[in-house]
Antibody, heavy 121, light 108 residues
Framework: EVLLVDSGGDLVQPGGSLRLSCEGS????????MIWVRQAPGKGLEWVSY????????DYADSVKGRFTISRDHTERSVFLQMRGLTTDDTAIYYC??????????????WGQGTLVTVSS | EIVLTQSPATLSLSPGERATLSCRAS??????LAWFQQKPGQAPRLLIY???NRAPGIPARFSGSGSGTDFTLTISSLEPGDFAVYYC??????????FGQGTKLEIK
């Protein structure tokens, strides 16, 4: 069974830092691209970051570029999101998702349960 | 950035009725569009990929259509478990992607 477990969310002050983790199991983690998606309270889904299977191709949403860093560790079967310079606008549930190959491209087919990041003084 | 606009924002229907949800892209995304269902407190669930293909395990009452800029998700006969929020997502400008703002399907 494919499973993704998100962790690391917490209450943090504005300007603070946090590191999120997402551990995968039940599939060959090293072969899959991964993304982070967030959802502010009562709002819709926002793509945050992407990392390819090798870890060499990376992309970020403009809203987090320069503050967030995505990485992965195949021995730990995990993808990480290092967040710095947090603002109240970063308050959200953060989900990691696996990109599966379907038809002509990749889509997020399995998602973690989400981890809540709250930025507040 | 490609913007996806979903309509209506809220759709009120009864079980057994047909639901039609719309997603419009600000520029062509070809068929690179997916639909997701999200229930309260849960992660999104993949329903449709490449505009019209059902993901594994998705019931046949869910169908998708469209290409270019206009897309539709149809639920042929609503069941109680179908009332949720639905999002479209495009991956035409990979590796980034964008989601629509969502349509809430509620019980009338």
């Amino acid at each position: 069974e494919v499973l993704l477990v998100d962790s690391g969310g917490d209450l943090v002050q504005p300007g603070g830092s946090l590191r999120l983790s997402c551990e995968g199991s039940g599939f060959d983690f090293s072969r899959y691209e991964m993304i982070w998606v967030r959802q502010a309270p009562g709002k819709g889904l926002e793509w945050v970051s992407y990392i390819d299977s090798s870890g060499r191709i990376i992309d970020y949403a403009d809203s987090v570029k320069g503050r967030f860093t995505i990485s992965r560790d195949h021995t730990e079967r995990s993808v990480f999101l290092q967040m710095r310079g947090l603002t109240t606008d970063d308050t959200a549930i953060y989900y990691c998702a696996r990109l599966g190959w379907y038809g002509s491209g990749r889509v997020p087919d399995y998602w973690g349960q989400g981890t809540l990041v709250t930025v507040s003084s | 950035e490609i913007v996806l606009t979903q309509s209506p924002a809220t759709l009120s229907l009864s079980p057994g009725e047909r639901a039609t949800l719309s997603c419009r892209a600000s520029q062509s995304v070809s068929s690179s569009l997916a639909w997701f269902q999200q229930k309260p407190g849960q992660a999104p669930r993949l329903l449709i990929y490449d505009a019209s293909n059902r993901a594994p395990g998705i019931p046949a009452r869910f169908s998708g259509s469209g290409s270019g800029t206009d897309f539709t998700l149809t639920i042929s006969s609503l069941e109680p478990g179908d009332f949720a929020v639905y999002y479209c997502q495009q991956r035409s400008d990979w590796p980034s992607c964008t989601f629509g703002q969502g349509t809430k399907l509620e019980i009338k």
